[in-house]
């Protein structure tokens, strides 16, 4: 008898628990600002009418007597600084049959940053190759083509305004290539430019990378603001990455220079070079040679093979020498001089060539300005007098010729004054005989 009371008992307590008045699972979610989020709550186990609530009046709406639940997040309830908002909403429902049997579910909802002002697309060209199309890659995206020193970086990003009714000003863009630069950045920022409302622009910034540099995966910022007419400011924030990897040999002749690319009369000068090794490796038994058999140049650094090359950003990547030009014996031409850089003493690995042009000397002689005699100086007659009188010692100076008086200006005055008064006069007496008859 015990056993079948123990045995009902059971059988009870199963049935209760298995009839118990339950809230299904939601679960958290996840949604972005501007989209619509919705779904329905349910119970298991009653048969009552079931009423629902939830805890926060801010966020959403819910139907008590169905359970649906909808939430469409206005575009500024994200921070574009933090990238997301969270709220935590508890739902209750309530056992219809009893008031007091009722089971409750806290879920966190997240709403995504979803500014108004969106990356449409974006590219990257890395030397001739480019990654086209990363505007939807996010994040810690390595560009896809790796760049060596000296490699121009071109970032192409075209921006859309997502308004329908407002412009957005003063957007910018700044990219930053972190500690690519000897341990600095290069950062490169664009001009302020307006988006109208639903329209694209387009945006690029160019880098080179620097000739020393490191192999490395560097960091690469975007950073992007812009003024709506009537709202929050909007800033995106993206980070991706570029790859650096350079070749193992590289010794290249970064510099051969000539202080006077042309000389004259002084026929001396220098030859500047400068090797650096732009590969990964460091080098050792390095040989530089400078050769022109006309100009007498045989000039070999070497040191029995003690010159080595660090790698990247180490000051002692580079070597440099100065060789003397002498182009006194040489006639006026042009003179090729060769420069060559060696690794492991006899692997070429760069060869640059510098023209020395020679020219003939040519004195300069100074010719003294001529002086014009002014057309105003009048012509001087010298008299010779020694015959007359006996003045033979003392030369005469000939009066200067001047022109005649009707010549001068002063005449043409005086005459136009004349004729002016000679008219007064003519007019005063036909005046005074018209008087006179009357």
Do not use: W
């Amino acid at each position: 008898m015990k056993k079948l009371t123990i045995l009902g008992l059971m059988i009870v307590f199963l049935v209760g628990l298995v009839s118990a008045f339950t809230l299904d699972s939601v679960g958290d979610k996840n949604i972005n600002e501007g989209e619509a989020l919705s779904f329905t709550l349910s119970t298991s186990a009653t048969t009552g009418t079931v009423t629902y609530s939830k805890d926060d009046g801010s966020v959403g709406t819910l139907n008590i007597a169905t359970g649906a639940f909808t939430y469409t997040p206005d575009f500024d309830v994200a921070s574009s600084s933090t990238q997301n908002a969270t709220f935590s909403v508890t739902f209750t429902a309530t056992n219809g049959t009893d008031p007091t049997d009722f089971e409750t579910e806290t879920i966190t909802i997240t709403v995504i940053d979803n500014p108004r002002m969106v990356i449409s697309d974006f590219d990257v060209k890395v030397g001739s190759k480019s990654d086209n199309n990363i505007e939807d890659e996010g994040d810690g995206y390595t560009i896809s083509d790796d760049a060596e020193p000296g490699d121009r970086i071109k970032f192409s990003i075209e921006l859309e305004n997502l308004y329908d009714d407002q412009d957005i000003e003063d957007v910018t863009v700044t990219i930053t290539i972190l500690d690519i630069d000897d341990g600095d950045d290069l950062e490169e920022e664009s001009d302020q430019e307006d988006i109208r409302d639903g329209r694209n622009k387009d945006f690029d910034l160019e880098f080179e990378v620097p000739r020393r540099v490191d192999d490395d995966d560097y960091k690469v910022l975007i950073e992007i603001e812009g003024d709506p007419e009537d709202g929050d400011r909007i800033d995106i924030v993206q980070e991706i990455f570029l790859t650096v990897d350079k070749q193992k040999h590289n010794i290249v002749v970064e510099r051969a220079e000539l202080r006077s690319e042309r000389l004259s009369c002084s026929r001396i000068t220098e030859l500047d070079v400068l090797v650096l090794n732009l590969g990964s490796e460091e080098e050792d038994e390095v040989r530089i040679t400078v050769m022109n058999d006309d100009l007498g140049i045989d000039f070999e650094e070497f040191d029995d093979g003690d010159i080595s090359l660090e790698t990247g950003t180490d000051e002692d990547a580079e070597y440099r020498v100065n060789i003397p030009v002498d182009a006194t014996d040489v006639d006026p031409g042009s003179y090729v001089i060769e420069v060559k850089v060696y690794r492991d003493e006899t692997k070429l690995e760069d060869a640059e060539s510098v023209i020395l042009a020679v020219e003939e000397c040519r004195e300069e002689v100074f010719v003294p300005p001529v002086v014009e005699d002014d057309d105003d100086e009048k012509d001087v007659d010298v008299v010779d007098v020694s015959d007359e009188d006996g003045f033979d010692e003392f030369p005469v100076l000939a009066q200067v010729e001047e022109g005649s008086f009707t010549q001068s200006t002063a005449y043409v005055v005086l005459l136009s004054i004349a004729a002016v008064v000679l008219i007064g006069l003519i007019v005063a007496i036909i005046i005074f005989l018209v008087k006179k008859e009357e």
